[in-house]
C-alpha cells in the first residue's frame, strides 16, 4: 500500500521519502520540517518508549519543525472502543474492523487488533495484527512532552482543523496533537 502511494505520488511530480524503522531509535541522515504519524500509529509499550519515540523524532527535525501526530492520546477514557468501517473505491471494497481491550489496567495496556478484507474481482485477503500497547492519556501526554525537553505542545485538535481545540469541543471525532521543536 505504501509503495502504491509513494508511486502515485512520484508520478504527480511530488518527492515523498520513506523511513522504515523502529519509531523509538531511528535516525536520519537530514533535518526536516515536517513528521507526520498517521493512524494512532504510535503503538509503545510504555512511557520509556514514547520518551524515546520523541527524542528519535526531534533528532530529525529541525529547530521549529513540526510534528503531526493523528491518535496518540487516548481523550475516550471512560469506555474501550471497537469500530468497523467500509471504504470502496476503483472496484475494491475495504471491511476494517479496530477494537481493543483491556490487559492490564493499572498498567494502561489493551490489546489492540486490526483487521482489513480486501476484496477484488471476487478475491478476498484477510489481513490481521494485534498488538499490546500502552494507553496514553491526555495529562500523561502532557507530562512527557515536558520531561523530554524537545519539544513545545502546540495543541490538541479535531479532525485535522486548526480551528477545532480540543480544549473546548464538547466531542470529537478525530484528534490530532501538534508539537513544535524547540
Known amino acids: 500500500?505504501?509503495?502504491?502511494?509513494v508511486e502515485k505520488a512520484n508520478k504527480a511530480g511530488t518527492k515523498i521519502k520513506?523511513?522504515?524503522?523502529?519509531?523509538?531509535n531511528f535516525k536520519c541522515q537530514e533535518k526536516f520540517d515536517f513528521?507526520?504519524?498517521?493512524?494512532?500509529?504510535?503503538a509503545v509499550e510504555s512511557n520509556e518508549d514514547f520518551l524515546s519515540h520523541l527524542t528519535a523524532v526531534s533528532n530529525c527535525l529541525k529547530k521549529g519543525g513540526l510534528y503531526l501526530i493523528d491518535a496518540v492520546a487516548n481523550f475516550n477514557w471512560v469506555r474501550l472502543s471497537k469500530e468497523n468501517w467500509t471504504?470502496?473505491?476503483?472496484?475494491?471494497?475495504?471491511?476494517v474492523t479496530w477494537e481493543e481491550s483491556p490487559v492490564n489496567l493499572v498498567e494502561q495496556r489493551v490489546l489492540e487488533r486490526?483487521?482489513?478484507?480486501?476484496?477484488?474481482?471476487?478475491?478476498?485477503?484477510?489481513?490481521?495484527?494485534e498488538t499490546t500497547l500502552k494507553v496514553t492519556f491526555p495529562q500523561e501526554f502532557l507530562e512527557l512532552v515536558n520531561r523530554?525537553?524537545?519539544?513545545?505542545?502546540?495543541?490538541?485538535y479535531n479532525n485535522f482543523d486548526l480551528t477545532q481545540s480540543l480544549e473546548k469541543a464538547t466531542g470529537f471525532s478525530r484528534p490530532i496533537t501538534l508539537l513544535r521543536r524547540n
Open 148 to 156: 523530554n525537553r524537545q519539544f513545545k505542545f502546540i495543541g490538541w
Open 35 to 42: 513528521a507526520f504519524c498517521m493512524l494512532g500509529s504510535i
Open 18 to 24: 520513506t523511513i522504515h524503522a523502529d519509531m523509538r
Open 114 to 129: 486490526c483487521t482489513v478484507e480486501v476484496i477484488e474481482d471476487e478475491e478476498t485477503k484477510v489481513l490481521k495484527e
Open 87 to 95: 471504504v470502496l473505491k476503483e472496484g475494491l471494497t475495504i471491511n
Open 1 to 5: 500500500m505504501l509503495e502504491y502511494s
